[in-house]
């Protein structure tokens, strides 16, 4: 039996995990079949996804819920350009770190916002926090969303990565992969989004191949294509944690953020016990590494518990 708290450790591991494995790979072409054994670094360092989703995790927990001007300080005091940031969301953090409010920063890039993967891949701490308040989730995230990703299919991605996230802490979904499907289509208000969710079901039926998924679904930065990769991968692959790695990596891309979101949901289904041990001792744990993000997970936990 996984206990609630296993699921939320398991979640951000899996998060975090999925980012360092997948970040070696980031770019490479479509078939690529990864060695682990040979082809990852001695140690496995995370990139921007989870730095930006730490910062998600701190904000919820120093101001005993969401609070869109406290993340965006987050995102700013944890900056680092070494992580590997996205040109743009990296010209708003820039902003904000020099004063401006993020509702001006975040369309002084893009006008419309940017669609990319940058909030969907950060997601998953609210998808903890707000799984028994699905009433509240989507605003929250949204909001969220909109301090770097302020376009309307960057929010809905994130929307949809946090929902799942939720689906896995309070009801048993994988014993029918199209049950999550269905209950991301009853919830999507994305006719984008929906259009994708069912190419899903179709891809799961047909057993399609890696050059199939990446066609139809697609495997880029953009939110609309690596959120539903993602949510592919992880409803196909994700009780293997390790095999689902590999077709994360298979697809190329952006196996980093693509591993990321494969990572949570798949570490939330799991528990954390149930993740690749040689790989979580290969993690990073400086100040904010893997022991770091383990803390986070357990106190958003003790916060869900409190606020249920």
């Excluded at 926090?129 to 929010?155: D, M, N, P, W, Y």
């Excluded at 799942?164 to 006719?191: C, P, W, Y």
């Amino acid at each position: 039996m996984i206990t609630p708290v296993e699921r939320f450790r398991g979640c951000l591991m899996g998060l975090m995990l999925g980012d360092a494995i997948g970040a070696p790979f980031e770019g490479c072409r479509q078939g690529i079949e990864p060695d682990f054994q040979k082809d990852l670094p001695a140690v496995l360092r995370y990139t921007d996804d989870s730095e930006m989703a730490i910062g998600v995790g701190e904000s919820l927990i120093a101001s005993d819920g969401f609070d869109p001007d406290d993340m965006a300080m987050r995102f700013a005091e944890n900056y680092n350009p070494l992580r590997g940031y996205g040109s743009g969301t990296a010209a708003i953090i820039n902003m904000i770190k020099s004063g401006m409010h993020w509702k001006e920063a975040n369309t002084k890039v893009f006008k419309n916002g940017s669609f990319g993967n940058g909030s969907a891949m950060r997601a998953a701490p609210l998808g903890l926090f707000f799984s028994h308040r699905t009433g509240q989730l989507r605003a929250a995230v949204e909001e969220a969303s909109s301090i770097t990703h302020h376009h309307v299919l960057g929010k809905e991605g994130a929307v949809l990565l946090a929902y799942a996230v939720s689906l896995l802490v309070t009801q048993e979904v994988m014993k029918d992969r199209n049950h999550m499907i269905d209950a991301l289509l009853g919830f999507t208000s994305s006719d984008e989004y929906s259009a994708k969710l069912l190419i899903m079901k179709e891809l799961i039926k047909e057993e399609a191949s890696g050059e199939q998924v990446v066609l139809r679904l697609g495997n880029t930065v953009l939110a609309l294509e690596s959120v539903p990769a993602a949510l592919y991968v992880f409803l196909v692959y994700g009780s293997d944690f390790k095999k689902m790695m590999q077709v994360c990596i298979s697809l190329g891309g952006d196996t980093d953020t693509i591993g990321a979101m494969a990572g949570a949901l798949s570490g939330c289904l799991l528990g954390e016990q149930a993740l690749p041990g040689e790989w979580i001792q290969k993690l990073e744990n400086g100040e904010k590494g893997k022991d770091h993000i383990v803390e986070i997970a357990e106190r958003l936990f003790l916060m869900h518990q409190a606020h249920s």
